[in-house]
């Protein structure tokens, strides 16, 4: 159980395009996800947070113009990466955590390349 | 904000040897969590520690929750190949708030 779903897995795009990936909790409700972002042999940066039904937590720095999250059902989260530049291109990972929990739940991860 | 230092950076060892790697926080953690995470792939809880001076075991890893609640330390006993990969510490200060990682251990196992 606790099974998180993204897609695409990867995705190719050219600068200025906007791109929306999907998270999906599989086998569960969960009422917080989160987006995350992680470069090349770097940790995993929490971009924002996000419960079902409110707007987002955004981590000090990252733009939430830029980095649009919805979060409309308990199953799924979407993040849209607006008018993407090179720069964007990173892997965007991630998670989700039920009602009452503690452990998150991580998803495959997005690979983004902007060109 | 937090940090969470993770040693080693990175670790070359045989086959069948034991690993260990530490995290060490500026501040009290309530949870402490230890993830791997394959190339490409996101990661996937190993450990979670709860309560400070716990020792828990998942097969041939072995976590602590230090004491002092600022610490916690992953063993791999006897590593096999499939053990290649990241390993990333987290914590969480209190119930249901966010996870700050460490910047990962690099593990490399020679055949």
């Known amino acids: 159980g606790a099974v998180v779903s993204q897609h695409p897995s990867w995705v190719i795009c050219k600068s200025g395009t906007s791109v929306k990936i999907e998270c999906r909790s599989l086998?569960?409700?969960?009422?917080?996800m989160f987006w995350y972002r992680q470069f090349p042999k770097q940790s995993l940066m929490l971009m924002a947070t996000?419960?079902?039904?409110?707007?987002?937590?955004?981590e000090q720095g990252v733009e939430k113009d830029k980095f649009l999250i919805n979060h409309a059902s308990l199953t799924l989260s979407t993040l849209t990466v607006t008018s993407a530049h090179p720069e964007d291109s990173s892997f965007y990972i991630c998670?989700?955590?039920?009602?009452?929990?503690?452990?998150?739940?991580f998803g495959p991860g997005t690979r983004l390349l902007v060109l | 904000g937090q940090q969470l230092n993770q040693s080693p950076q990175s670790m070359f060892i045989q086959e069948g040897e034991d690993v260990s790697m530490n995290c060490t926080s500026s501040?009290?953690?309530?949870?402490w969590l230890w993830y791997k995470q394959d190339p490409g792939e996101g990661p996937v809880l190993l450990i979670a520690?709860?309560?400070?001076?716990e020792l828990t075991s998942n097969g041939r890893l072995t976590a602590q929750f230090g004491i002092t609640r600022k610490d916690s330390f992953l063993n791999i006993s006897a590593s096999i190949p499939s053990d290649v990969g990241i390993y990333f510490c987290?914590?969480?200060?209190?119930?249901?708030?966010?996870?700050?990682f460490g910047e990962g251990t690099q593990l490399t196992v020679n055949p």
């Open positions: 998670s989700a955590r039920g009602a009452g929990e503690e452990t998150q739940y």
């Open positions: 086998d569960f409700q969960a009422t917080t």
């Open positions: 996000s419960n079902e039904g409110s707007k987002a937590t955004y």
């Open positions: 501040s009290i953690f309530n949870t």
């Open positions: 520690l709860y309560k400070a001076g």
């Open positions: 987290a914590g969480q200060e209190t119930s249901g708030s966010r996870l700050t």
